[in-house]
């Protein structure tokens, strides 16, 4: 057990809809990363926040979002969604910012757009 | 831009044997190199990473990996595999010295155990 936990465990919902994916990070631990992880893309890393703020961005397509609030929990938010977005989204943290911290990742969110 | 490459998507191997799992990079600066375990159903676990230093990095559960500049690789090795290794392993690299520059995988080696 990481100490990182997500919720929901699965979510089956439509194209178009709107879903909202839970982060808890390890207890003090600072920042918190997004990752999307599917069979053709492989994982990729989405958006880092850190105290609150955003601190790095990566493939994160217009139609999603985050925010890290000030518990330190974190929501990832998908919209308008596609089949293409079906996908496991894992959620990790490390203690501060660094990348050369040690991330420890969540169990995932599997999301299965319909 | 950093990029990774692991050479070999399934590597199955007996069980008690050794094993290499390759990844070579790409990087016109330094880097930062790490290997992840995913086991089934579970998020991702650092086995161990290079920073600096030696180039001979020991990580949990018996593995460990060696930093090649010249060939740009990054391979993991374990000399006696058990079952319970059976899993996805990714490798990772980052720019150094950077700040947050954030981590980009490969695309994974599935690794499987045969008794």
């Known amino acids: 057990d990481s100490g990182v936990t997500q919720t929901p465990k699965h979510l089956i919902t439509a194209t178009g809809q709107r879903v909202t994916l839970r982060c808890s990070p390890r207890s003090g631990d600072l920042s918190v990363y997004w990752y999307q992880q599917s069979l053709d893309q492989g994982l990729q890393f989405l958006i880092q926040?850190?105290?609150?703020?955003?601190?790095a961005k990566g493939n994160i397509l217009e139609r999603f979002s985050a925010q890290q609030f000030p518990d330190l929990h974190s929501e990832l938010n998908l919209s308008s969604l596609e089949l293409g977005d079906s996908a496991l989204y894992f959620c990790?943290?490390?203690?501060?910012?660094?990348?050369?911290?040690?991330?420890?990742f969540g169990p995932g969110t599997r999301l299965l757009v319909l | 831009a950093q990029s990774v490459t692991q050479l070999d998507s399934q590597v199955p191997v007996f069980e008690e044997a050794p094993v290499e799992l390759r990844c070579n990079y790409s990087?016109?600066?330094?880097?930062?190199l790490f290997w992840y375990v995913q086991y089934p159903n579970q998020g991702l676990q650092l086995l161990l990473k290079?920073?600096?230093?030696?180039?001979l990095v020991k990580g949990i559960n018996g593995f460990e990996a060696e930093f090649n500049k010249s060939q740009t690789s990054f391979h993991l090795r374990k000399p006696s595999v058990h079952i319970s290794d059976t899993a996805e392993y990714f490798c990772a690299v980052s720019r150094a010295n950077s700040g947050n520059t954030p981590l980009v995988f490969g695309k994974g080696t599935r690794l499987s155990v045969i008794a």
């Open positions: 926040y850190y105290n609150g703020e955003e601190r």
């Open positions: 990790a943290s490390s203690a501060e910012q660094e990348v050369w911290e040690t991330q420890y």
């Open positions: 290079y920073l600096s230093g030696s180039t």
């Open positions: 990087s016109s600066v330094s880097v930062y």
